[in-house]
């Protein structure tokens, strides 16, 4: 594999990669990253990840910084409003860079709640409520109208992003350690993640690929998992017990004055004009406003009562509405991809991250109920 | 009476930390700040907008030896605080130096000598030191309300969202980097070492890898109690340290100015905080409760103007920032890869041979 420019490095995904690449030996990674903060995620690599700054919504930023690159990967989320732009100016200056493969990460949020079977080369869909699916569905339709014989474009598109380091599975954690999560219809739909590992890999595949790829991909885990089988693989080293959660209707989102606040702001001009605001707003007053709206902070180190009622939030009620799995196989038969971690062993090296930063707490009854929750 | 002062670095710190309660001490003629030394004159052209009258230089031995400084404010990258404070005291001017101290025990030590021998105050800038909330906690363990102590565990972390103006810190620690030990690890190391009076490293382990340390483990030995103490640079931890003793349980949240409880009967009680410190330099002047980054980069700068006006003491003078180097030193001596379960058993092994080469 020659050299990978990472727009993007310093996130969750980026740094995963960067150590994936570095760890197994490759030695021309690149990480293109907007300010010198975003290093702090793969600092700990030293020389061995080349540091390129641009801002992945100016082409010509990104053109010098894609020199001599064989494969740019584009990891970049930023606000909703930026990242149609963004896709068009790394897209664009991947053309005129001469580079010749664009591996793009899209989500599988563009397709909603999945409400019907899809496969993978299906259109992502129009009224989608939420501004980041909105913004990823767009940039997917947009790509789609790009042809360039000399340009490989490889879009992924992979559902929850879980296991070691991910901010979806600390706040599914937190939530399970306070015992104050929920179970849409008691969890029996589908869980659509993949594990990051999992993720990784594919991005690798894709970019490795001799010769000429290019094509749209649902990213996924192997296996079929319900929410509730996911909440009860982590459930028991967090001291929690998903049968004891409270269970919301998947038939009608519970509104409440903090799901109205999130609609209100899930317009579009409202959502630039947040986001806009946010940047804009002194730290020690977002501070206070965040610590204002947390309410009453609980001190216990795992939680010992149930929550009867809890706060809905409106885009996790929505990710445990997902009827159908989305299928994996084109990418599996396109790259000859076999996924390199299971279930069980994703669920394991999680938790185990969970205990090194202190939300798990191990014990052999725990570890003897995730074994059971595995398997079972 | 206005303390003639200089800024040294006019990065982020100086921005985001400095620059306000800077300007709330000039406003009321506690403080001019007379030159504002970077070679960067964007930085510095940030700071001339709230201290118009102040000169810029490039060079701090030439803006001493132009402005006659009595207070010198060194807020650069760690790898020159050093240099710097002596150069300051050589002028005779009074040093705050931001944390951490120095890259080694060595400069620490040449810093303290000459301080002593200029007969000026050497202060380090350990803001949490006046953090409400902080200044309660070690009351009460000092109180020896928790009983006797039995152990504690210090977990703090958050993706660094830092804007910092160049990537110093992220360079490998033989080129000046500073990593997450010496960022966050000398808050930690500093207030532990206040609660407790004095702590051992028993065993240290990092994720450095060829670079600087994003990720670290501590076991640490108090004179009462062990404990463990984790920092993250790109994770979020829990964010708290919990001191366990006989008697009770103290636990304090480390991302908030005044969140502590003390359990009482098994049940955590959240404390009602009220430590405040001195915003005057008259001796029984006003004071106030700081609940926010300027607040208590206000009490710290007014501290460092009693120390040099009243003789008091600087909340962390030389001694204490260079014992806390020291205990940092001694941890990365026995540095060991950190344990990463997670990771494929070929990539540990890859992870463990790249460990230190770059130490």
Redesign the interface.
């Known amino acids: 594999m020659s050299r990978i420019a990472i727009v993007g490095a310093g996130g969750f995904v980026g740094?995963s990669l960067i150590?994936?690449l570095?760890?197994?030996?490759h030695t021309e990674v690149r990480a293109v990253v907007r300010?010198?903060?975003n290093?702090?995620?793969?600092?700990?690599?030293?020389?061995?990840?080349e540091?390129r700054l641009a801002d992945a919504t100016n082409e010509a930023s990104l053109v010098k910084a894609f020199e001599g690159a064989a494969v740019v990967v584009n990891l970049t989320t930023g606000v909703p409003a930026g990242i149609v732009q963004s896709t068009r100016a790394i897209y664009s200056a991947c053309r005129k860079a001469g580079v010749p493969r664009f591996v793009h990460l899209s989500s599988a949020v563009v397709y909603g709640d999945v409400e019907q079977p899809i496969d993978d080369d299906a259109l992502p869909l129009d009224n989608l409520w939420m501004p980041y699916a909105r913004a990823k569905a767009e940039s997917e339709r947009w790509l789609r109208t790009q042809h360039d014989s000399d340009l490989d474009l490889v879009v992924l598109r992979p559902g929850i992003v879980w296991?070691?380091?991910s901010?979806h599975t600390?706040g599914f954690a937190h939530a399970l350690a306070r015992k104050s999560s929920f179970l849409v219809d008691g969890g029996s739909s589908i869980f659509n993640g993949i594990y990051i590992a999992n993720l990784v890999a594919m991005i690798r595949a894709a970019c490795a690929k001799p010769g000429k790829a290019a094509g749209f991909y649902n990213a996924g885990d192997a296996e079929t998992v319900t929410w509730r089988q996911f909440y009860d693989a982590l459930g028991g080293p967090l001291d929690c017990d998903p049968a004891r959660l409270p269970v919301v209707s998947g038939e009608k989102f519970p509104w409440s004055l903090g799901a109205a606040i999130d609609a209100v702001q899930s317009q579009s001009l409202v959502n630039a004009l947040y986001h806009r605001l946010k940047t804009r707003i002194p730290?020690?007053l977002k501070?206070a406003i965040r610590?204002r709206l947390e309410g009453a902070?609980n001190?216990?180190?795992h939680a010992s009562q149930y929550a009867i009622a809890v706060a809905v939030n409106r885009e996790l009620w929505h990710l445990q509405r997902v009827r159908h799995k989305l299928p994996v196989q084109k990418f599996a038969r396109d790259f000859d991809f076999v996924m390199p971690v299971g279930f069980p062993e994703a669920v394991q090296?999680?938790v185990?991250?969970l205990e090194?930063?202190?939300?798990a707490v191990p014990t052999s009854e725990s570890s003897a109920k995730l074994n059971r929750a595995i398997y079972s | 009476m206005s303390v003639r002062t200089i800024v040294v670095g006019c990065g982020a710190v100086a921005q985001r930390l400095y620059r306000k309660p800077l300007a709330q001490l000039a406003k009321r003629r506690l403080i001019e700040v007379v030159a504002l030394v970077d070679p960067a004159a964007a930085h510095a052209q940030e700071m001339l907008l709230a201290f118009p009258a102040a000169r810029h230089f490039t060079s701090l031995d030439e803006a001493c030896g132009a402005t006659h400084p009595e207070l010198t404010l060194v807020l650069t990258p760690p790898a020159l605080h050093c240099a710097q404070t002596l150069t300051a005291l050589a002028h005779g001017s009074h040093v705050l130096c931001e944390k951490p101290m120095a890259n080694s025990s060595a400069e620490c030590g040449r810093m303290i000598d000459a301080a002593t021998a200029a007969q000026r105050v050497l202060a380090i800038g350990m803001v949490r030191r006046f953090f409400p909330a902080f200044a309660h906690l070690r009351q009460v363990v000092q109180a020896q309300e928790l009983g006797v102590l039995q152990s504690f565990e210090y977990r703090e972390g958050h993706k660094f969202e830092w804007a910092v103006t160049t990537p110093a810190a992220f360079r490998p620690r033989s080129q000046g980097g500073a990593g997450v030990l010496f960022d966050i690890g000398t808050h930690a190391l500093d207030f532990l070492l206040s609660v407790f009076g004095d702590l051992e490293a028993e065993e240290y382990a990092d994720d450095a890898a060829g670079g600087i340390e994003c990720n670290v483990a501590m076991k640490l030995r108090a004179p009462q109690c062990r404990g463990s103490l984790d920092l993250s640079w790109d994770v979020p931890q829990v964010n708290v340290l919990r001191i366990v003793g006989t008697r009770a349980e103290a636990a304090l949240r480390l991302d908030r100015f005044d969140q502590l409880a003390v359990t009482a009967n098994g049940v955590f009680v959240p404390r009602t905080i009220d430590q405040s410190f001195p915003v005057d330099i008259k001796r029984d002047g006003r004071r106030i409760v700081p609940l926010s980054y300027a607040d208590a980069v206000l009490c710290q700068l007014v501290q460092v103007l009693r120390a040099i006006s009243l003789g008091e003491q600087p909340a962390v003078a030389g001694a204490e920032g260079a014992a806390c180097i020291a205990l940092l030193e001694r941890a990365l001596d026995m540095a060991r890869p950190l344990p990463e379960p997670w990771l494929s058993a070929s990539q540990r092994a890859a992870a463990a041979r790249l460990h230190g080469s770059a130490r």
């Open positions: 740094t150590e994936s570095v760890l197994d030996g300010s010198y903060r290093m702090a995620g793969f600092c700990r690599w030293g020389d061995a990840v540091v296991g070691v380091r901010s600390l730290d020690g501070a610590a902070y001190f216990e180190r090296q999680t185990s991250w090194a930063i202190g939300l």
